[in-house]
């Protein structure tokens, strides 16, 4: 929250959002589905008011995804986008036209496989944000942060475990904040789940359930027009594990406070064969040669982590299955339940019927996060609020919004999953990236406002 900003308006102001949403509400997933309407139509406001000193945004990858979170930057006041870095020409001009649309300069651009290291040296950068294919992000965001530039990174911030040891062992060296730019964790309804369990609605959290159930094949790994291989395809033929950890596990970190309390232990995983992509390619592109190739890739991936605490989590992933979207969380405690699916909760002593579900949206409307006042842009408004949250901590020199140890043990997964699975779902204990510190750090996510 801007600390120039009377506590009472900022108050206010949030809770005028709130009664909107709750005006809007009706039926089970109405709150959501408001919030996320609302949240792409209304003009962000700066959570740290307008005159102020502006954030220099440099730019690394500037495809579908780094041009959509240049976008709802540049609609925020006092970011600037002084720099772009991408090795397609034109996926660097559309960066440039997006920022001078915005009615800026055109920014500087940078391409070439090694150029973003350039981009990072500028002496007028405040930022970094990365957005490249996934075996890029390590190394670009070691060199970013000993470059001395605040850093964000898209999903997975890791691909190996050695790669998150440099992470970490590079932040705690440099001492330049570096966050993986995980927005599942920042979804308003995932921030008033938070907020209910920190007031104790639930109990105390035994178990949760999260998926990443979402058919890319059709799409992100193949060209959806030729069937030809994007930059994806090429860990389906040599991988087989969760190869997309994040999404499913960003609230759940906080909803358990996993790293600040407790940790993972050890995990197992299971894969299906792979059966999906050959289906697809039978039914879309018969005659493709990437119908008949072998996928190391199984169709489904089941992780089961135990905690240091004796509690258990599920991780689900899913990308090549047709199917609707889905993330399927659920929060088991000891004295309720939250049923993502269902949009629903039941709560000892406070749902009106014995076992039965009741609606989700009013508890969404009264146990609103703070941080939902600054939702907007893509993904129901995650992508503002955590958005409108790094730059709030590049600009104040605080802490960025997500834990690096948060970024890096979901990362983990993927190479963990990848063991398990290799060796017919051992079990597989997980490395402390915090040396120990997970015992005595306090939970630190959406607690200041
Ligand atoms: N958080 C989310 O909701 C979300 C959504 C979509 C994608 N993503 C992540 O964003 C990243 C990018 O995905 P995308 O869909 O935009 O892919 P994309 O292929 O559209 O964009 C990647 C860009 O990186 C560029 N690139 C490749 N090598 C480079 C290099 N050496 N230097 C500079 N640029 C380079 C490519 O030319 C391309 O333009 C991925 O890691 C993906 O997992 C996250």
Redesign the pocket.
């Given at each position: 929250m801007n600390k120039n900003l009377n506590r009472r308006d900022f108050l206010r102001v949030n809770a005028a959002g709130v009664t909107g949403l709750a005006i809007a509400g009706s039926g089970l997933s109405s709150v959501w589905s408001q919030n996320t309407a609302a949240a792409s139509e209304q003009t962000p406001q700066p959570v740290s008011g307008d005159a102020l000193k502006p954030v220099r945004i440099g730019f690394?990858?500037?495809?579908?995804?780094?041009r959509g979170l240049m976008s709802n930057l540049l609609s925020m006041k006092g970011v600037q986008i002084p720099a772009v870095?991408?090795?397609?020409p034109d996926?660097l001009a559309a960066a440039q036209n997006i920022v001078v649309q915005a009615g800026q300069s055109k920014p500087g651009s940078y391409s070439g496989?090694?150029?973003?290291q350039k981009l990072m040296e500028r002496e007028d950068l405040d930022a970094v944000i990365i957005?490249?294919?996934?075996d890029?992000?390590t190394p670009m965001a070691l060199y970013s942060m000993k470059a001395g530039k605040i850093t964000g990174v898209?999903?997975?911030i890791a691909y190996t475990l050695e790669e998150c040891m440099q992470l970490i062992e590079t932040w705690e060296q440099t001492g330049t904040d570096c966050m993986m730019?995980?927005?599942w964790s920042f979804r308003p309804d995932n921030l008033a789940v938070l907020n209910m369990i920190r007031q104790g609605l639930l109990g105390e959290i035994t178990h949760t359930h999260c998926a990443y159930s979402h058919d890319c094949i059709d799409h992100?790994y193949f060209d959806a027009n030729t069937g030809n291989d994007?930059?994806g395809a090429d860990f389906l033929i040599k991988h087989n594990r969760c190869q997309?950890p994040t999404?499913q596990q960003g609230p759940v970190l906080s909803w358990m406070n996993i790293n600040c309390g407790d940790y993972y232990d050890t995990l197992t995983s299971t894969a299906t064969d792979c059966f999906s992509i050959y289906e697809y390619f039978k039914r879309r592109f018969p005659d493709h040669p990437n119908g008949k190739r072998k996928y190391a890739q199984g169709d489904i991936v089941t992780t089961v982590v135990r905690t240091k605490k004796g509690k258990s989590i599920v991780i689900n992933f899913d990308m090549q299955s047709p199917r609707p979207y889905d993330n399927r969380w659920t929060v088991q405690g000891t004295a309720g339940i939250y049923n993502e699916q269902r949009n629903s909760v039941y709560l000892v002593g406070k749902s009106p019927q014995y076992h039965q579900w009741e609606p989700f949206d009013p508890y969404h409307e009264k146990h609103q996060h703070q941080w939902a006042q600054s939702s907007f842009g893509?993904?129901g408004g995650a992508?503002g609020i955590m958005l409108s949250r790094f730059v709030d901590a590049v600009r104040f020199k605080k802490p960025l919004p997500l834990n690096l140890y948060d970024g890096v043990l979901m990362s983990a997964i993927g190479p963990l999953s990848e063991m398990s699975i290799a060796q017919g779902g051992k079990s597989i204990e997980v490395p402390d990236f915090t040396k120990g510190k997970w015992q005595t750090r306090k939970p630190g996510f959406a607690i200041e406002g």
């Open positions: 690394v990858g500037t495809g579908n995804r780094g870095c991408d090795i397609n996926a496989p090694l150029e973003y957005a490249s294919p996934w890029l992000h898209e999903v997975p730019l995980e927005n992100w994007r930059w997309y999404h893509g993904h992508d």
